[in-house]
């Protein structure tokens, strides 16, 4: 057994005070006790015990962070793909010198702030920069900007409109560039499928060594398919294991026919009942995921009153009694649902079905995102972007944006996930914007939003840590620094007061007593080169 005596540290307490003790010891993979230098327990290890100690120089020491909502092949394939934020106009986007750096591969992927505007993001203009498939995908990526080539791949003109958005079409019915709301329906399925193995693991390996490096543990995978599973155990068995635990939710698409959505669900039952958290608690899945709007930005959450400049009230894509359907079957087997829902339209259909459920808070069922809520659903949970949403919205609808604290006063669990790649994967921003209520991108503006939703913390910390093990069921031996739980740690150089949050670095990354980033190391600790390069 190997005990390590981390001391001289600020190691953050279990529960909601914020209190630090000095001492850490870990025994192998587990916390043995977290303390006082002087404590008993540990004076004894160092007398009796062949011991390693550990000067943490003052260093702050928190559970590793958890990313409760992440996707991990998207994420990895993201970092390849070519950044248009800074491009205003086509006119911005070259082919000498950005294009060259994806010379080399099949297609042309790209991000951009937004992927159109009406439909009149035109095949026809993009096809001018290369031959080959372009995909810009929209920075909130539900909706992609193809060119011709990329259409014709897709099949594009073959396929109907997706469930909650729209094939945008010219007078002839071809297809004319922009594919709205149809990033998890068509886009991603295509080109995950369409990408070898060898780059899927490559994508894997670099979306576990970014969060390493941010200081994760653990993430949760919020749109698991067919194709990414097979990647992840393929990366998983090349290794043997996986240098952090990862959960996933299975995505069950909206289709009008109910024999393709119990299809999914049966799909996610069948790979649950080999890996659950009482057999693979590291590796598993826990449940479905239900996409039931779209996004703020494009319109299409669903909203009780209509957007500014719009008569039309956009409605929940699962209609009511379907959506039921679906999580009953789901509960009756044991399944975790989460549910994508971002308007306070989207947010009543999905309280209202989840009240349906008898023993819920067994269930663990999860609401992502709610971005725009009613004070009355906020209660019924018991057991630099913002710009454009006051004229999308109206100010008065603005004002009940990311009610965060609103959730925890009315008894909610509230768990903090990245939703990278269309965000930053970064922990500490996400908590400074929870926290200040300001942005982090542009830490120098003294705008806010919402303030009076702003959470502690240890509030905002607890969030992205023991709650988010608490949402993926993992918080009975991970996500808090107690006795027996596995020994998965962040250490931080850290002022704990959130108006330094955006100056706070991460030190070293541990999972299972073994450090895994160090950045006094320049580099990850864990072999991460596949033992075999498929095609």
């Known amino acids: 057994m190997v005990t390590t005596v981390f001391t001289n540290g600020r190691i953050l307490c279990p529960g909601p005070s914020g209190r630090f003790v000095s001492t850490l010891v870990v025994e192998d993979d587990h916390v043995a006790h977290v303390g006082w230098e002087n ?17 943490l120089k003052n260093r702050m020491v928190l559970p590793g962070f958890i990313d409760g909502h992440g996707h991990i092949l998207n994420f990895g394939m993201s970092l390849q793909q070519l950044d248009l934020l800074p491009c205003k106009t086509l006119a911005d986007i070259s082919p000498k010198p950005s294009l060259p750096i994806q010379e080399l591969t099949q297609r042309i992927h790209a991000f951009c702030a937004e992927a159109g505007s009406n439909g009149k993001a035109l095949a026809t203009d993009l096809d001018h920069l290369d031959p080959r498939p372009i995909y810009i995908e929209e920075l909130d990526l539900h909706s992609t900007w193809c060119n011709n080539a990329a259409l014709r791949e897709l ?22 560039g922009l594919l709205e709301a149809a990033q998890f329906d068509i886009v991603w399925p295509f080109l995950n499928q369409a990408t070898s193995m060898k780059k899927r693991l490559a994508a894997i390996d670099a979306t576990i060594g970014a969060h390493r490096q941010a200081g994760y543990t653990g993430l949760v995978d919020m749109a698991m398919e067919e194709n990414e599973w097979a990647a ?9 294991d996986l240098p952090m635990h990862v959960a996933a939710l299975w995505l069950v698409p909206y289709s009008k026919c109910d024999a393709d959505i119990c ?35 494009g319109c299409t959450a669903g909203l009780h009153q209509p957007y500014g400049g719009f008569s039309n009230i956009v409605d929940p894509i699962w209609p009511a009694d379907t959506l039921a359907a679906a999580i009953r079957r789901a509960t009756d087997a044991g399944l975790q649902c989460a549910i994508h829902a971002i308007g306070d339209r989207t ?35 018991d057991p630099a972007t913002f710009d454009g949403w006051p004229d ?16 925890v006063d009315g008894g909610a669990h509230l768990t903090f996930g990245t939703d990278a ?11 400074y914007i929870a926290t200040t209520r300001r942005s982090s991108i542009n830490p120098s503006s003294q705008d806010t939003v919402n303030p009076k939703f702003a959470v502690s913390l240890a509030t905002a910390v607890s969030a992205a840590t023991a709650e988010a093990a608490y949402a993926s069921f993992s918080d009975s031996w991970t996500g808090s620094l107690r006795p027996g739980y596995s020994a998965d740690f962040v250490v931080l150089d850290m002022v704990w007061a959130v108006e330094c949050l955006l100056e706070a670095r991460v030190c070293q990354t541990w999972y299972k ?23």
């Open 39 to 55: 404590d008993d327990v540990i004076i004894q290890v160092q007398a009796t015990a062949p011991t390693v100690t550990v000067d």
């Open 421 to 431: 790649p269309p965000a930053e994967h970064h922990a500490l921003p996400n908590l």
């Open 232 to 240: 992840l155990n393929t990366y998983r068995t090349q290794r043997g």
């Open 392 to 407: 999308m919205l109206g100010i008065h609808r603005c004002k009940r944006a990311f009610a965060y604290q609103e959730f």
């Open 263 to 297: 299809c999914q669900i049966d799909r996610a039952i069948a790979l649950h009942q080999s890996f659950n958290r009482k057999t693979s608690r590291e590796f598993c899945i826990n449940g479905i995921k239900l996409i039931c709007d779209g996004t703020v930005d």
């Open 155 to 176: 099949g594009a003109h073959l396929k109907s409109d997706p469930a909650g958005g729209k094939i945008h079409r010219c007078h002839n019915g071809i297809p004319s």
């Open 347 to 381: 947010v009543q259909r999905a309280i209202d079905c989840l009240s349906q459920i008898q023993d819920l808070p067994a269930c663990r069922h999860r609401i992502e995102h709610l971005e725009i809520t009613t004070p009355e659903d906020a209660k019924r949970l």
């Open 513 to 535: 007593g073994k450090k895994v980033f160090d950045e006094e190391a320049d580099g990850l600790w864990f072999e991460s080169s596949p033992s075999k390069e498929p095609n």
